[in-house]
């Protein structure tokens, strides 16, 4: 693909999200019609990574980034309108359009309401609190014995159903079975996929953990007076300490979850001070609202710097070697060892660190990573906002 750099050299590119149209007359809606416009500052290597990995223009971006701002003010307004009957929502096409799902007979009014809203709605069979229900008897499931060569499992919205992956679906029909999940939820296709954690041992920038392993930094955070930064559970384990891309002492691990979650809380000592920034770039974060299915996420790490691809399944359930994790999003980013921890951000919305995947940026990967927002009410932080 040939690189349009003339058109994206400038340092950022200021996009203006664009006004709300609501429910009329629901609670769930007049909270997203109190949006403010926002501004999204994208930096030139924001804006490059998505031309290169989405096949987008400069333009194309910035209308998806705005599209997909708006998305996720607008979805749980009416998430909370629907209620029982909310079957998930997603975003489609270059523009950023954003789908959601509804259980039931759809009437006209309830139709045209949804449409005035600014999305496009889908009548579907089953809720998105029925599929979380089915997704969590998977979990439970695999939490007793780790499932025969069946690594991934999550809810589809797209698709209104649990997918199971698995290189011997005979052996994830039996999983299946044994964890009491409604069959009729779930769908099995079979995958050779097998994810592992990103971590290296070569040297490098980013950070070092007990002045070996090397992981990269999620997003700045404090705790009261207290500062630091999120990260991969898998990075290290809580009392392990760590020093910065220029091997100077930094902090230790105050928090550590994995497997189970991939999450971490560092505390980094006076010597190093937190940003908005994200790393490698101009990049700000301005808060951490989850995109929904369909919008384009980018990472930084310290191995392969910016990527970016699609949110495909929030949600997901992965087993690497070391066990399971619940809870993580799916992406079509790529990376490599030594991304592990860093920052996945749609516009400049933190959703994420980078946990693991299979595949690399040579070929096609595939990245999970764990929701920041779990990780700062886990530990009592607050995301370092610009």
């Known amino acids: 693909m040939l690189r349009r750099r003339s058109a994206i050299a400038a340092a950022g590119v200021a996009i203006a999200a664009l006004g709300i149209t609501t429910l009329p007359a629901t609670a769930g809606a007049q909270e997203a019609s109190q949006a403010k416009e926002a501004t999204v500052q994208l930096s030139a290597g924001m804006l490059q990574a998505m031309e290169r990995d989405l096949g987008l223009t400069p333009a194309e971006a910035q209308t998806r980034v705005v599209n997909e701002e708006r998305a996720g003010v607008l979805e749980p307004a009416l998430r909370k309108d629907l209620g029982g009957q909310y079957g998930g929502a997603w975003v489609t096409g270059k523009t950023a359009k954003l789908v959601v799902a509804t259980t039931g007979s759809l009437n006209h009014s309830q139709a045209a309401a949804i449409e ?19 997704l969590a008897k998977l979990d439970r499931a695999a939490a007793k014995k780790t499932p025969d060569a069946t690594a991934v499992w999550y809810v589809d919205v797209k698709s209104n159903s649990v997918v199971v992956e698995s290189a011997k679906p005979a052996q994830a029909k039996k999983f299946i079975a044994t964890s009491g999940a409604d069959a009729g939820k779930v769908r099995i296709v079979k995958s050779a996929e097998q994810p592992k954690p990103f971590y290296d041992l070569v040297g490098g920038q980013a950070y070092y953990i007990n ?15 207290e500062r630091g930064f999120v990260s991969a559970g898998h990075c290290g384990r809580v009392g392990a300490s760590t020093t910065g891309y220029n ?29 908005s920034r994200v790393q490698g770039s101009r990049q700000r974060v301005a808060g951490s ?27 997901t359930s992965v087993t690497y070697p070391q066990g399971t994790i619940r ?35 040579r070929s096609d990967g595939t990245t999970f990573y764990q929701p920041v927002n779990p990780i700062l009410s ?9």
């Not at 005035?116 to 579907?124: E, I, L, S």
């Not at 002045?211 to 007076?225: D, L, W």
């Not at 886990?378 to 610009?386: D, I, K, T, W």
């Open 247 to 275: 091997r100077v002492g930094q902090g230790t691990f105050r928090g550590s979850q994995f497997p189970g979650r991939d999450m971490a809380y560092v505390a980094t000592n006076a010597n190093w001070t937190p940003t």
């Open 116 to 134: 005035r809203a600014g999305a496009t709605a889908k009548v579907v069979d089953h809720s998105l609190n029925a599929l979380d229900s089915a």
């Open 289 to 315: 609202t989850q995109a929904p299915v369909g919008s384009s996420v980018c990472r930084s790490g310290s191995t392969t710097g910016w990527r970016c691809g699609t949110i495909q399944q929030h949600n």
């Open 211 to 225: 002045n070996s392993a090397r992981c990269s930094i999620g997003f700045a955070v404090t705790r009261g007076s």
């Open 327 to 361: 809870g993580v999003t799916r992406t079509s980013a790529c990376a490599e060892p030594g991304d592990s921890g860093g920052s996945f951000i749609t516009g400049s919305q933190a959703q994420g660190v980078t946990s693991g995947g299979s595949g690399n940026c």
């Open 378 to 386: 886990a530990y009592g932080l607050s995301l370092v906002r610009g």
